[in-house]
């Protein structure tokens, strides 16, 4: 006999593999993936960003569009977790800001290799989590706008709760809120950037502004 606990986790499991199901059903796969190559060959990081944030779009049009998501506009919980942006993603917010391009952060991470690249991901994250978690991004505006949008980071892009609540979505409830696994996306776009680009939570690259 199963219990209604049982029956919740089964029946959660189920809708979260529907989900994922019907994204991965509609991702041109084909397009983000010639993207992603013509990435790889741009000789500049900026440049390279430019592609990465065309792939990034790619699967954020398909995400929507499946319905699979809580997400859309003037939903900011995300915008109060760790994100850990690259040198060159800092530089493209401070040239649409038009601001000075930031100087490299005393908390940034840098790695070289692949092994030591994928520890970068998780060491930048977890040291944002300890400093940062539950601090709006400096980029946020009244209505729960962001600002930078066009700019936006690549973490920004990809992130995707595939809760059936937004709230789920809170700070407080961060790890908890199931999301769409973008892990090796966010992988390829740091060793796709640059193995030597320096990592830091984007609040470290960016202090807050005061408001005027």
Same mark, same amino acid.
């Given at each position: 006999m199963t219990s209604d606990s049982d029956e919740g986790k089964d029946g959660e499991a189920l809708r979260l593999q529907d989900a994922v199901g019907r994204i991965e059903a509609v991702m041109d796969n084909a397009a983000e993936a010639r993207f992603r190559s013509t990435a790889r060959q741009a000789r500049t990081s900026a440049k390279r960003l430019i592609w990465l944030?065309?792939?990034?779009? +790619?699967?954020?049009?398909?995400?929507?569009?499946?319905?699979?998501? &809580?997400?859309?506009?003037?939903?900011?919980?995300?915008?109060?977790?760790?994100?850990?942006? $690259?040198?060159?993603?800092?530089?493209? +917010?401070?040239?649409?800001?038009?601001?000075?391009?930031?100087?490299?952060?005393?908390?940034? +991470? $840098?790695?070289r290799g692949v092994l030591a690249q994928e520890q970068v991901v998780e060491d930048a994250r977890d040291e944002a989590a300890l400093?940062?978690?539950?601090?709006?991004? $400096?980029?946020?505006?009244?209505?729960?706008?962001?600002?930078?949008? &066009?700019?936006? &980071?690549?973490?920004?892009?990809?992130?995707?709760?595939?809760? $059936?609540?937004?709230?789920?979505?809170?700070?407080?409830?961060?790890?908890?809120?199931?999301?769409l696994d973008v892990f090796d996306r966010n992988l390829d776009n740091i060793l796709t950037l640059?193995?030597?680009? &320096?990592?830091?939570d984007i609040r470290d690259w960016f202090a807050q502004r005061k408001q005027v």
């Open positions: 944030q065309r792939a990034a779009d +790619i699967v954020q049009d398909v995400v929507l569009a499946s319905k699979a998501v &809580p997400c859309g506009s003037g939903c900011s919980h995300c915008c109060a977790i760790p994100v850990a942006i $690259t040198q060159a993603e800092a530089f493209a +917010i401070a040239d649409f800001a038009k601001l000075p391009r930031p100087s490299q952060p005393a908390a940034a +991470i $840098t790695g400093a940062h978690m539950g601090e709006p991004c $400096t980029f946020l505006v009244d209505g729960g706008r962001c600002s930078v949008y &066009p700019a936006r &980071p690549l973490a920004c892009r990809l992130h995707f709760s595939l809760s $059936t609540n937004s709230d789920d979505c809170r700070p407080d409830y961060f790890g908890q809120s199931p999301r640059g193995l030597s680009q &320096p990592v830091a």
